[in-house]
């Protein structure tokens, strides 16, 4: 059965500290690894990685994925209140080539 | 910019009781998705469509079913609502059924009781 494990499933940090997320995945068909943000309401887009090794970075967050090992870490460094929010884990794949969603990690950014 | 709406945002449901979730995208996106978020869950694939006429299920079908009689539109009806429905539920669209190209909507919540 494809799964997508993330961890921690929580986490709370002070403002400044640099965070790192993990997601594995057994994922039959892998084509792709997603992240979002959500804050509530519906997930937003933050990577997608196809390729073990390069990472994608967007200010303060990057991404990575090592197709040997199946995984991927998403991190963010100097962290702030605005980062709180669950971050999803998703990949693209599986025998209906949809996307298969992790847990989450649900993060706190205390001032 | 009206991208993906989804309509009720909040509902609260009896045992048995059913109704339908809209969904309409205005991107003329031929893949489009329900799915379901329990709390501290990720998100469960319930009914997925790759273009008008064609609809199939995804990991959590049971109580549910769709239909895509429209590229725009891709109703959930509920029938004899459970308490184990009780969640938010979110609609998406995609042009290629690709994962960074997903457009979600704001999402449904719907209790039931």
């Known amino acids: 059965e494809d799964k997508v494990v993330q961890s921690p499933l929580s986490l709370v940090v002070h403002e400044g500290d640099t965070v790192t997320l993990n997601c594995s995945y057994e994922v039959t068909n892998f084509r792709s690894l997603l992240w979002y943000k959500q804050e509530k309401k519906a997930p937003t887009f933050l990577f997608m990685l196809t390729s073990s090794g390069i990472e994608k970075k967007s200010g303060r967050l990057s991404s990575i994925l090592d197709k040997k090992e199946l995984f991927s870490i998403l991190n963010i460094t100097a962290t702030q209140t605005g980062d709180s929010a669950v971050y999803l884990c998703a990949v693209y794949g599986g025998a209906t080539n949809k996307l298969i969603f992790g847990t989450g990690t649900l993060l706190a950014v205390q001032p | 910019n009206a991208g993906v709406t989804q309509t009720p945002k909040f509902r609260i449901l009896k045992i048995g009781q059913s109704m339908t979730l809209q969904c309409a995208q205005d991107?003329?996106?031929?893949?489009m998705y329900w799915y379901r978020q329990d709390p501290g869950m990720g998100l469960k694939l319930i009914y997925y469509?790759?273009?008008?006429?064609?609809?199939d299920k995804g990991e959590v079908p049971n109580g549910y079913n769709v239909s895509r009689s429209t590229t725009e539109d891709f109703p959930l009806r509920l029938e004899l609502a459970a308490p184990s429905q009780t969640s938010v539920y979110f609609c998406?669209?995609?042009?290629?059924?690709?994962?960074?190209?997903?457009?979600f909507g704001e999402g449904s919540w719907l209790t039931v009781v």
């Open positions: 991107m003329n996106h031929n893949y």
């Open positions: 469509s790759v273009g008008a006429g064609i609809t």
């Open positions: 998406a669209s995609s042009y290629d059924g690709a994962g960074n190209t997903i457009y």
